[in-house]
């Protein structure tokens, strides 16, 4: 069996997968399963057209997300979730139709992975229009994501889900490229309206980010290590190690919950191990303790350390203890890593020191006049936003090059990942503002964008393009894809994008990306910061 997928930067040759593994290390047969739930949904979401629930939207966003590169290569999860999903869309009959996504059926695997060859991205044969569709696909897939974990905080917004069902239908559809066009556009709109949803529903559960040094080095206790996004999942961690003698530690994407007035009280609570996701194989094996994946970014999980990784929430992996839900108001029950954590040695120290961060757009809107004030006595030149993924190529270096060579006047904008290359680095400050501005995970690139707009009021511009803004954005998977069509929609132009062009991204729509938005590729370090700084 082989696959075709090129929905993350290090799709193969720039071109896609199609062997028995992806590059993530995902089989192809799971790759299958995936385009099966994804024609299942189609079904469901051209179902919803006459009969809406927006218990089948939350749906949806959960089966979505398990999509994402790197969330779940779990097979039998797959089946299940398409099992759901074959029955949810025929709860909605009836309905008259004869379109393949209605009315196919199966129960088994063997049914599943049958279908997946005639159901998989390039069942749409037409480049363009492909392209089209899987930027749109991709984009949800990050609304997803976030919508998943504003709900589970208890925030939900029907808009956003009416739109995951409007979206899905359209790529059944024989829609013009305008149309198309503008289905892209507008799903950056939902994305910036559910990055909001779940920024509120952060803040509003565990107060605004604050500026916090934290610590990288470790303690003399055994440890659990914590990673992905869900901080729903870490506050019921640190709960239920209080008094047990376990220290807990973030890792990755879960760096920002360092930066949260509602986690500061747990003296356990010891900071950060560790780098970005890509780095876990080595990470992992040297923190000694269990590790908890509460959503994407986990990789193929080594032996070494299998016997002491757990998911939970979409994150699945074959062979690996999965946590079950919450049930009828309860907690998720981690008994099981902490008594394992208890048996543990201590991490091994791979660092020592402090990183800062907690700069989302609260925080820097209360120091509002302070940068205003640097920015008119020319003390910042420019910032620099440089969001988004890190990954494994060592052409991600560019993004370390460029942060050590941009002057000592401008500041860098982060969130996401990305901070990783270049968030260690000694970059100083200007005036007591630090040169890098960590705003949190890749969902706060939200905050980014409300700093963007507050300075164009401040200053009085009438385009958000008139700011001196740059944008250095690194991506990886479909939730850089959405926060990519949330800055287009905003109106964001000039946004140079790498190390690679999506690969999903044909010639005639980047023509068409780069003719509205001046969308660039990165290049060479110091043509592009000499670039940036003269606005270009």
């Not at 980014?448 to 690194?474: M, R, T, W």
Request: aromatic letters at 8%; one cysteine or more.
């Amino acid at each position: 069996m082989s696959m075709f997928c090129y929905q993350c930067q290090e799709t193969i040759g720039n071109v896609g997968c199609k062997y028995a593994k992806g590059a993530c290390g995902k089989p192809a047969e799971t790759a299958g399963l995936q385009d099966v739930m994804i024609h299942v949904l189609r079904g469901i979401a051209i179902a919803s057209e006459t009969k809406y629930e927006a218990k089948n939207g939350f749906f949806a966003a959960k089966a979505l997300f398990a999509t994402i590169t790197n969330a779940n290569y779990d097979d039998d999860r797959f089946v299940a979730l398409i099992k759901e999903g074959l029955a949810i869309r025929d709860s909605l009959k009836p309905f008259e139709s004869n379109h393949d996504a209605l009315t196919w059926t199966g129960s088994t695997k063997a049914d599943f992975n049958a279908k997946a060859a005639s159901v998989g991205v390039l069942a749409t044969e037409n480049e363009d229009v492909r392209s089209l569709r899987e930027l749109l696909i991709y984009g949800l897939k990050g609304i997803a994501a976030y919508a998943e974990h504003a709900a589970i905080l208890g925030k939900e917004s029907d808009d956003v889900y009416k739109f995951i069902m409007e979206a899905l239908a359209s790529t059944t559809k024989d829609l013009s490229v305008d149309e198309m066009v503008a289905l892209v556009l507008k799903c950056g709109n939902v994305a910036v309206q559910t990055m909001a949803l779940l920024d509120e529903a952060n803040t509003t559960a565990y107060g605004n980010p604050e500026i916090t040094e934290v610590n990288i080095g470790v303690g003399t206790k055994p440890g659990i290590l914590i990673s992905g996004h869900d901080l729903k999942d870490m506050e019921e961690l640190l709960k239920q190690t209080v008094g047990t003698g376990v220290d807990v530690y973030t890792h990755s994407e879960m760096l920002p919950a360092n930066y949260y007035p509602a986690f500061k009280k747990y003296d356990h609570f010891v900071g950060n191990y560790g780098n970005a996701w890509w780095k876990q194989d080595t990470e992992f094996e040297s923190f000694n303790g269990p590790i908890l994946m509460t959503t994407n970014c986990i990789t193929p999980v080594k032996d070494s350390y299998k016997n002491r990784i757990f998911t939970t929430g979409m994150a699945g992996y074959p062979g690996v203890v999965h946590i079950a839900e919450r049930e009828d108001g309860k907690t998720k029950d981690f008994s099981q890593i902490i008594e394992l954590a208890k048996t543990c040695p201590a991490p091994i120290e791979i660092e020592k020191g402090k990183i800062v961060g907690g700069f989302a757009h609260a925080q820097v809107i209360a120091l509002a006049d302070k940068v205003v004030d640097a920015v008119k006595s020319g003390a910042i030149k420019r910032f620099v936003v440089m969001a988004g993924c890190d990954g494994r190529h060592t052409t991600r270096n560019y993004f370390t090059d460029v942060a050590a060579e941009l002057p000592k006047d401008t500041v860098i904008l982060t969130a996401g990942c990305a901070k990783y290359r270049y968030n260690k680095l000694d970059l100083g400050d200007i005036g007591g503002i630090p040169r890098v501005l960590d705003a949190g995970q890749c969902n706060d690139s939200y905050s980014l964008v409300v700093i963007a707009l507050k300075l164009k009021e401040v200053f009085g511009l009438a385009d958000i393009n008139d700011l001196p803004i740059s944008y250095d954005i690194a991506w990886y998977e479909q939730k850089a894809v959405a926060v990519l069509l949330a800055l287009l929609a905003l109106g964001v132009k000039g946004i140079r994008l790498g190390p690679t062009l999506p690969a999903f991204l044909s010639a005639n729509v980047v023509k068409v990306l780069v003719e509205n938005f001046d969308i660039k590729p990165t290049g060479q370090v110091a043509e592009d910061v000499a670039a940036i700084m003269e606005g270009k």
